[in-house]
């Protein structure tokens, strides 16, 4: 048996954080991360719409990227003396990330971090609150997944929290914030959505319900995302649904190795972070290439570069026309191609933050976690220890995958 879960109701288009007006409730607490929100005036429209609902609302402002366990810590101690019966996150991945495990800590005070780790093993929510989720850039559709990243400073590690419970119970996906984005964040989210949708398609959970959503996300990224990045509005709206539909996809059809080596790669070198999107797309190709030795993922890769027009006579041919796509997307959005050559920012860099000495050391282990990270299992191929390396490496020298 098989499950498929999207937020009760979804409110798109422009205008559409209007729809906070017809929410019901007592209190409602809004997150929000660095600024971005307040300084385009989305933050006082949301509140003055929950005042407008008749609720009373608290603000817990300064979610920093990459949200901290202490963080989500920190939200559910305001979450517990405030008493909301709505959380609203509101901003990119990062703010709606930490809500979410704020959420389940606000639920169940006693739970640890560990626990909330567990695999699909989060108890029942919404005995205290409701989740909306505002989502304001293109790339993470956290606010329609089952998903949230949270990191652990003290190791290192960003891990993933999986669970149905933490679906969002609304959505708002309304262009008009996207439209604020700088184009660097235009260009990493964008190649988050274009993962999402990849990865989804050829996983080991796809099916009939999240094909459909994957492979018309692709469709539209292929149109619209570099249009996007060149400053193009009816393209940045445009992709402000694409991202949606993929995360709709990789929600219910999970992710591959290229989130797991993201994951475990983002927050564990001592010279700054490799941003999510941008290790998205200088992982995605290699990844494609390893998981092509699989046959059934080989056909997919050929159903997707079918459906997007890039020709090819054969599968191997296609998977190879895919990958040399996508190193030309990440071209024309200014994303290295590979670790050494990551600089500040996710730009392309002769010298990268990380240096080989580091990587080196640090290589066994970050393979060890990527190996558990919990979007490993569905990845079409499953890779040993040493493979993982092997791909690691080929992921930092920017080398051909041949095995």
Known sequence: MARFTLPRDLYH????LEALKSFSGKK???????????RNGFLDKASSYLKEAGMEVELFEGIEPDPSVETVMRGAEVMQKFEPDWIIAMGGGSPIDAAKAMWIKYEYPDITFEDMCKVFGIPPLRKKARFCAISSTSGTATEVTA???ITDYEKGIKYPIADFEITPDVAIVDSELAETMPVHLVAHTGMDAMTHAIEAYVSTANCNYTDPLAIW??????ADLVKSYNGDMDSRDKM???????GMAFSNALLGIVHSMAHKTGAAFKNGHIIHGAANAMYLPKVIKFNSKD??????YGEIVDYMGLGGSSDDEKVDILINYLRKMNDDLNIPHCIKNYGEGGVPADTGIVPEDEFLEKLP???ANALLDACTGSNPRQPSQEEMEKLLKCCYYDTEVDF
């Open 240 to 246: 402000h649904d694409a991202q949606c539909l993929a």
């Open 365 to 367: 282990g970050i393979a």
């Open 217 to 222: 996300a692709i469709k539209m990224i292929e």
């Open 28 to 38: 409602a607490i809004i997150c929000v991360g660095g600024g971005s929100m307040k």
């Open 295 to 300: 046959e059934t993922a080989k056909k997919r």
């Open 147 to 149: 998903f949230s990243i």
């Open 13 to 16: 288009g422009k205008g559409s």
